[in-house]
Structure formats: C-alpha cells, structure tokens
C-alpha cells in the first residue's frame, strides 16, 4: 500500500486548481476520490438538547477528510459509551470537497528515462480535503447539562486529532 504523504503538505490555504464538471471533457481532474466520512450526524437526530459545543477553528488551513474521520469516530465512541447512543447529537460542520494532487517523482536507477520532473506537473488526484478559516466551526455537539464531562472529553479528542488550533465555545439552546 502507498504511504499517505504528511499533512503539513496540503496544510496551507491555496487557491485550488481543481475544476470538476458535469461535462467529463471539461474537468480539468478525471477521477474524484472517495470521501471517507461516513456519516455527517451521529445519536439522537430528533430530540432537542439543551446545551450546544461547538470546536472552531482559530486558524485558516485545509483538514483532510480522513483527520476529520478519525476525530468523528473517536469523539463518538467518547459519547456513546459515557451519554448512550440517544444522549447526544454529533455533527460534522465541514465537507471535504477540495481535490489534493501530488505529482510522485521516481528515484533510485533508471529514474531519468521515467520521470518527466516538472515538465507535466500537474499531479494525480491522491484525497480530498476541507477548506476551513479562522472562526468557523467543525464540529457541534448537542447535549444535556448533565452530561457536559462526555461532551469535554469528545471535544479534547477532536482537538487532537485535527490539525489546527482549536477553542471550544458551550452555549446554551433555551
């Protein structure tokens, strides 16, 4: 399996290059990857809470969707085993849509008569990140007072899973 390139890469906030259309002959990008988030919400969609966690993010950078799995998944195992699986709601406020490209150059022997450098750079589609700024929120946590130490512990594990620094702002719904 190929090794995933590190983060700090597709880190910074460019203007993206990554043209998708509904006319196969005017994307500039071929093949779209596979989004690894599974689902956007998470506990009990209906019922109404009366406590709200956001995490925001204090810096603008790009978050790759599988960071921003990893900190869903870990945050809702907090949730589930702590509150059950109807006391609580967890939702991903960001969607990955940004195409990341990574253009491999081939080393060791015979690598010259293979590799075209930089000639033809524009780079193969390798995973999607989402494009977030300064102030905006990542994810939501809908709660009951009483269990606020679930919903701490859940935010503490998206906060070191995701790339950024992050603050955590509890508001309440009445």
């Known amino acids: 399996m190929a090794k995933l390139r590190k983060g700090v890469a ?3 906030l ?3 290059y990554t043209r998708r ?3 196969r002959k005017k994307n500039f990008v071929r093949a779209n990857p596979h989004n690894l988030i599974a689902r956007y919400e998470t506990g009990d ?3 109404k809470f009366d406590t709200t966690m956001l995490v925001i993010s204090e810096q603008d950078l790009q978050i790759r969707h599988n960071a921003i799995e990893a900190a869903r998944r870990s945050s809702n195992r907090v949730l589930e085993k702590k509150t059950g699986k109807v006391g609580f709601k967890l939702k991903v406020r960001i969607v990955p849509h940004h195409l990341l490209r990574e253009n491999p150059l ?5 690598a010259d008569r293979m590799s075209t450098g930089m000639a033809h750079s524009f780079g193969k589609v390798i995973g999607i990140a989402a494009r977030v700024y300064a102030g905006s929120p990542i994810f939501e946590i809908q709660f009951d007072k009483v269990n606020i130490e679930a919903a701490k512990e859940a935010a503490k594990r998206i906060i070191s899973k995701v790339p950024c620094t992050c603050k955590i702002e509890v508001k309440s719904n009445n």
């Open 10 to 12: 597709y880190r910074k």
């Open 14 to 16: 460019e203007r993206p």
């Open 21 to 23: 259309s509904k006319y």
């Open 45 to 47: 969609l209906k019922k």
């Open 106 to 110: 081939a080393s060791g022997a015979g």
